[in-house]
Structures are given as C-alpha cells and as structure tokens.
C-alpha cells in the first residue's frame, strides 16, 4: 500500500510559522504523525537570569500574548512568596478581575479559529468583536490592548478609571451575547457536531500521564481547577463552578471553554461588587509636574498634589496605597515624591539601577496559577542578587502539545488544524 509523506507548517498558515507537523497519510488518514516545536524559541528564561527582577516583567507578557496578565500575576506572586510581602485587598480584587478578563479573552481567541477552521467564519467575527471590548476595559486602565505590564511585584500598576465601571459592564454584556450567539450556531449545528464530536479523542489517564491541566484535562471529566485546589487572591470568597467535558473530543474542548468564559463572568460580577471604592481623584488646583520638577531643582518644595500625565493616571500618590504594598525598599515610590523630592528620586533609583534594585533572601519558590491553557507556574531560584539564579516557567501548553501527534493519528486530514485550533496553541508561551 503507497503512503504519503506530508509537511504541514511551519509556513502553513495555520501553525502560526511556529509549528511543523509531518504526517504520514493512507490516502486522507493520518497513520502517523511527528511534531516539531521551537521555531518561535525566545531564550526567556536565559534571559530573566540576566535582567533585574522588575525588568523581568515587560518579559511575561510576551509569553501567553492573549492572556498576558494572568503571566503578570504569577510572576509577581511567586517575587511576593520570596520577599515576604502581601498586597492591599484592593489590588487582590483588581487582579482578580483582570485575570479573569485575560482568562476570556484567551478562550474567545481560540474558540474563535476553531470554527473558522470549519468553515464557519461569522463565529470568528463575532468572538473577535467580543473581545475589542474587553480589550478596551484593558486599554482604559492600563494603557495598552495587548503587552500590558500592569501587574507589578507588590500590587498593580494602576488604579482604574472612574467610567470603569461602565466600561466593564458593556464589555460582560457583549461577551455574553457573543457566546449566546455562537452557542446558538455551533453547539447544536450537525454540521459542527460531526466534525467535532469523537475527533481527538484524549482518554483521562493519557491526559493526566502527558501533564495536560486547564480545559484540555476537564475535557476529559478531570476536576482540577488551581483556583479551587489552591485559592490564591480571593477565589475561595466567590462562587463559581468548574466545567468539565466527558469525551475528551473536540466538542467537549469547544464547550468547555464556551461555559468557563460564563464563570469567569461570574467571577467577575462578584469581584467587582466587593471591591470596595478607591479614593476620589482631585482635578481642580493641581501643581503641573513639570512646575514641581523645576522647583525641585532649584531646592524648593511645592506644597499641594500633582496633576500627573494621562500615561500616570490612577497612580496619584492618595491612591497608591490601596494599590501597592507599603514596602519602600521594594516598591517604586508614588510619582509625587520622585518629581519632587531627593528622598523619592534616591529610592526610585535605587530599585532601578543595576546592581541594587529587589534582593530576595537566597530560596527558591513555585508559584502556580490558573492560566488560560492550565497550571502556569514560575519556579524562581534567587542567590541574593538583583537578578535571579533561575526562573523556570511551567508553561501549561508545552504539555499537550506534546500529544499532538497521537491526538491526531487515525483521523483524517482535515481534522489535524481543527484539532490544532482546539488545544489553544501559543507560540510565546510554548516555546518561550
């Protein structure tokens, strides 16, 4: 019997130029299949050994790119367990409802393709649209759609705007009708359900042997969630339930995210609810920056508060100490102090300048957390330094991709990108 040899990627559109899939084909059926990753190799973890621990930051959100915060958030929690230190319960629940809008975000983007790759792209639309929204709440609080740095080691960049409020109710509005409408088209579709339904079939036991978690594993009827198996912020102060599969098929990878993304609104709505009200912003008779920077030059002191540029808003100093620990010799100094006194500008340099910066006691510690593909954890090794010994990321895709290739054996061709599409693989994340 003749069998074809066939590359699928890295150029194929599809593996996003970052994965080769060779496949060995009885006609249209995959016999065997290898898996190729490391095209998108970053050298992350090298590179945190060589930058300072806040320099490291900017780094996470390059790793899971459509969930960037929930990076931000483990990072900055395993940094927190070395140095000892605890966050103010208002920047608790402001992470809790970022990473949960991350969380959605990650499952919008991957239902997303799965129907386009089977042709139905109104669902790609009308998830894609869905999630400009929430990519607004994002943009309004911390100044970017995408890589946003805004969880920081001892609390969160910024507090959030006052019409943030409204931002996030019509963004959890338009997420809900999104998954209304989607649910509408596929979850009961014939057409959907074929091509979805006892394809890549992942029994319990292999997910468990290859270290699958997230979705992918409660697709298959396993209940493990780290938010309930190990509560961190306030998870274990809310309600919400965990979603599982019963095949471990497509279909259920499909509709295990279509009803987590309802948990994480749940999640959302409850957090927003106990966040208790920051302190009101002054507008009117603020001294310039720029009028309080000069006058520092000359040895004076403006008395009154600062009016601070766009980029800086939500970090006046009245509200930075319900959204940063109160730890000065970790924690960056409220920009007030640096623009206008030697004290302020000495410790922000001081956290900054190579050579000093954070200095962790010697340990180690691993941190993990719920991400949008599993368990993202951060094992971090300091010696004492500024800059640490190891940082390892537990990368929770890395895992099942490496089951890819039996996933897809004795399936035809065209269930290979679906099935692709369906384990939410992210370059950054995967490879690092």
Avoid at 173 to 200: C, H, M, Q
Avoid at 316 to 332: G, L, R, W
């Amino acid at each position: 019997m003749e069998r074809m040899l066939l590359n699928i990627g890295p150029s194929h559109p599809a593996m996003h130029g970052t994965i080769q899939i060779k496949v060995e084909l009885d006609g249209e059926r995959v016999i065997k299949a290898d898996v190729e990753i490391g095209y998108l190799h970053r050298g992350f973890e090298k590179t945190a050994e060589n930058r300072t621990y806040i320099q490291i930051v900017p780094y996470t959100d390059r790793l899971n790119y459509v969930s960037p915060l929930l990076n931000n958030l483990a990072y900055a929690m395993a940094i927190e367990k070395l140095l000892g230190i605890d966050v103010p319960p208002r920047a608790k629940w402001l992470r809790m409802i970022f990473a949960e809008i991350s969380r959605i975000t990650d499952h919008l983007t991957c239902i997303a393709p799965i129907g386009m790759e089977l042709g139905a792209f109104t669902v790609f639309l009308y998830m894609i649209k869905a999630r400009e929204f929430l990519w607004d709440v994002l943009d309004a609080t911390t100044g970017a759609r995408l890589t946003t740095s805004y969880i920081r080691i001892g609390g969160v960049k910024a507090d959030v705007p006052e019409n943030f409020g409204e931002l996030l109710k019509k963004a959890i509005e338009e997420v809900k009708k999104a998954v209304k409408d989607v649910g509408g088209l596929l979850s009961k579709n014939p057409i959907f359900l074929k091509r979805t339904r006892d394809i890549a079939i992942v029994s319990q036991s292999d997910a468990l042997n290859y270290g699958f978690t997230g979705p992918v594993l409660r697709s298959t009827g396993y209940y493990y969630d780290v938010r309930k198996a190990f509560p961190y912020l306030y998870y274990d102060d809310v309600d919400f339930d965990v979603p599982l599969g019963e095949n471990g098929d497509n279909y259920d990878r499909y509709m295990v995210r279509m009803r987590e993304i309802e948990q994480s609104i749940r999640i959302i709505e409850q957090a927003f609810k106990k966040i208790e009200k920051g302190p009101v912003r002054e507008k009117e008779g603020l001294i310039e920056a720029y009028e309080a920077i000069k006058a520092s030059q000359r040895g004076e002191y403006l008395e009154g508060k600062l009016k601070l540029g766009p980029n800086l808003e939500g970090m006046e100093k009245e509200t930075y100490e319900s959204i940063m620990a109160n730890v000065p010799e970790y924690v960056p100094p409220p920009k007030e102090d640096l623009y206008r006194t030697i004290e302020g500008m000495i410790r922000h340099f001081k956290l900054i300048m190579s050579g000093h910066g954070i200095r962790p006691p010697k340990g180690e510690v691993y941190i993990p957390i719920e991400g949008g593909n599993g368990e993202l954890g951060f094992y971090i090794v300091s010696d004492g330094t500024d800059k640490p010994y190891r940082v390892h990321l537990r990368a929770p895709v890395f895992s099942i991709m490496s089951a890819l290739g039996k996933m897809i054996e004795g399936y035809y061709v065209a269930d290979v990108i679906p099935t692709f599409a369906s384990i939410n693989m992210i370059g950054g994340e995967l490879d690092r």
